[in-house]
């Protein structure tokens, strides 16, 4: 009995096939555009976990003082 054959190529991820996807669908300008505005997104959502962890030591240090 014989193993089945090994692919000597790789299965696109689904984040792959869906920027082929959207690069056929979108011109290169609006990609970008779309790219920056994720990126604000997830740069967004790192400064208000950094606030919120801030304010949790500043609390913190506020309890001890008192």
């Keep these: 009995?014989?193993?089945?054959?090994?692919?000597?190529?790789?299965?696109?991820?689904?984040?792959?096939?869906?920027?082929?996807?959207?690069?056929?669908l979108m011109g290169s300008g609006q990609r970008t555009a779309r790219r920056n505005a994720w990126t604000s997104v997830l740069e967004d959502r790192r400064r208000a976990k950094d606030r919120v962890e801030a304010q949790r030591v500043l609390d913190q240090v506020t309890v001890v003082r008192h």
Excluded: D
Excluded at 1 to 24: D, G, H, K, N, W
């Design 1 to 24: 009995m014989q193993a089945a054959p090994v692919r000597a190529t790789a299965i696109p991820s689904f984040t792959t096939a869906l920027r082929a996807v959207e690069s056929l």
